[in-house]
């Protein structure tokens, strides 16, 4: 369960008081809404389905997953299943290594979805296990379905835009830059980073 309404309002009040950038566009734009995602490996599995192609494509590609695997899919229904049979569902040679790295984990009991440590930068570690999981999707998983309050994922392009348009600067930072700047919003960083999604391109600011 990502974060709540009222913990984004709080974070964001916290953050704005001492950043006058966010403070304005707060006025401007209000608060965005909150971005949820269940826990657990099937939030995993969609986003593996959804790397790399357009949003029509992960649905329909979802759709066909559903229909062999059901709308909970069993981990180990999906390593028995041969290369055929998920590859009419749409899944390429990558994205089966992919699904079938997180579906091993999870049937061999090494990745549980329920049960990640609570350190931020070690839940990261666990996840980056999976082949074809990064820190952002890590990041992404943990602020959405975990609501963790601290996810800063610095490497999203649309944070250093939306950060840029926030504070006025020159041009887009660099994720190192990105990090930097939002040191002193800890612990609210995670409610920050969804309010540059909503200001990337608000045509209120």
């Not at 909150?34 to 949003?55: A, E, L, N």
């Not at 229909?67 to 055929?84: I, S, Y």
């Not at 830059?177 to 990337?200: D, K, M, N, Q, S």
Request: aromatic content about 8%; glycine content about 8%; hydrophobic content about 40%.
């Amino acid at each position: 369960m990502g974060l709540s309404a009222e913990q984004i309002k709080q974070g964001l009040d916290a953050v704005a008081a001492r950043e006058p950038g966010i403070a304005r566009a707060l006025e401007r734009t209000g608060y965005p809404e909150p971005r949820i995602r269940d826990r657990g490996h099937v939030t995993m599995m969609r986003t593996i389905v959804g790397q790399q192609v357009s949003v029509a494509a992960a649905a329909s590609m979802w759709r066909k997953f559903e229909e062999f695997a059901g709308t909970d899919p069993d981990p180990a229904r999906v390593l028995a299943a041969d290369f055929d049979t998920l590859r009419a569902c749409g899944l390429s040679r990558q994205k089966q290594g992919y699904m079938r790295s997180l579906c091993e984990l999870v049937a061999e009991g090494a990745l549980d979805f329920h049960a990640l440590p609570v350190d931020d930068e070690e839940a990261i570690e666990q996840l980056t296990r999976i082949k074809g999981i990064g820190r952002w999707s890590a990041e992404i998983y943990l602020l959405f379905a975990e609501g963790r309050a601290d996810i800063w994922p610095a490497g999203d392009l649309a944070v250093q835009a939306g950060l840029a348009k926030l504070l006025d600067l020159p041009e887009r930072p660099s994720e190192k830059r990105t990090r930097e700047l939002a040191e002193v919003w800890r612990p609210h960083r995670g409610a920050t980073a969804i309010f540059t999604w909503h200001c990337y391109n608000n045509p209120a600011l």
